[in-house]
C-alpha cells in the first residue's frame, strides 16, 4: 500500500514539475496581431462622461454586434415612440374602433383605429413607404406638427446610422491586417555589424506612403535611487539599406538594428538572452495609397522568439517571364549562420584583426635599387 501511494504521488509531481529554465506564457503588453492588453481600474464616475462628450469615437469603436443591435433598436425603438403618439391623437379624437363616433365626425388620420394601424402607419411614415391606405386628413393641427417631427427624426437617425457603419468600414486599422510581420527575429551578422532583423510585408499591391517604422523596448528597470519602473520605455531604431524613413514598401522588407554600444541589446548574449524579461514593440505608420487614411500596424517580441544566430531566407526571385515573385512560405523560415557569441566577442575578434594587420603594415618606403649584400668575413676596419 506505500509503495502504491508512494508511486502515484511521485507520477503527480512529475507532471506539476516544470524543467529548468521553463517558463510559462508571459504576459504580453501588445499581442501579435497588434491589441494592446491593457485594462483601466478606478475611474472616477466623471471621466466616462467623456466617453459621451466622444459620442461620436464611441459609436464608431462599439463592436459590430453592438452597432447592429444599436441599428435595429434605434429605428424599431422610434417607430413605436411615435406609434403611440399617432394612437394617442386618434383615442383623443374619438377615431378608436369601439368609440361613440358623432354624425359627421371627422378624422384626424384615416385608418388608424388601433395600437397595430399606429405603428404600421408611424412605420410608413418615417420610412416613406407610403402604401396610401393611411393618410392626414389635414383637420388635426397636432398631426402635421407630430409628423413633421417624426420625419425630421427619422432623417437623423438614418445618417446617424449610415455614418457609424461607413465610418467602421473604412477604419485604417482594417488595412492594417494586410500588413504583417515574420512570427520571429533573428540576431546575425550585416554588413560587418551584429544586427536584429524582422521582417514585414504588404500583402497588398497598393503602396503605404510615408512609411516609416520604429521599435520600443519595454522591460522593468530599477533607478538609482530605488525606484521601480514597469514598462520602461527605451527607443529602437530599425532601418533598411535605403533608410528608416520613406520606405518603398513594394515588396516584403528586412529592417535591422544595429546592435552597438547604444543599443538597448548591447549587454546580451546567445546564453542570456532566453533568460531576459522583456517586450520588443515594433510600429508601422503608413498612409493608404488608395483611401488616403493614415494607419499603424503593431506586433511585439519576446526573448524566446528571437533567435540567435539564425538569418532569414530569401524570398524573393525572378519569374522567366521577367516579373518578381515573392514566396511566403520561406517568410518567417530562418537559417543557422555562424554568428559570434556576444557583441563584445565580436567587437574583441574585430579589434584585435585590425591590431594585427596594423602590425604587419611596413612603416617605410620601399627603394627598388638598394642592394643587399652579403658580408662573410668581419674586416676590422681601424687596424692599420
Known sequence: MVSVSSSRMFQLLRGHM????HRGCKTRLVTKDGRCNIEFANIDCSDHLAYLVDFWTTFVEFRWRFVLLLFVASFTGSWFIFSLLWYWIA????????QNRTDGHIQCVDNVNGLTTAFLYS??????????GRALTGHCAGTVALIIIQSLIGVFINCFMCGVILAKISLPKKRAKTVTFSRTAVICLKKGSLCLLIRVANLRKTLLIGSSIYGKLLRTTTTADGETIILDQVDVDFMVDAGKDNLFFVCPLTLYHVIDRSSPFYELSADTLPQQDFELVVFLDGMAESTSSSCQVRTSYIPQEIQW??????????????????????????VRVTTPHCVHCFQTDTDQRNHNGHNQQKTGIDNLGFQVIDIHDFVDITKM
Open 18 to 21: 516544470k524543467p529548468a529554465g
Open 91 to 98: 383615442k383623443s379624437n374619438g377615431d378608436l374602433s369601439g
Open 123 to 132: 412605420l410608413e411614415t418615417q420610412t416613406t413607404i407610403g402604401y396610401g
Open 309 to 334: 544566430g539564425y538569418s532569414f531566407l530569401p524570398i524573393v526571385s525572378r519569374t522567366k517571364t521577367g516579373k518578381y515573385c515573392v514566396d511566403f512560405s520561406n517568410f518567417s523560415k530562418s
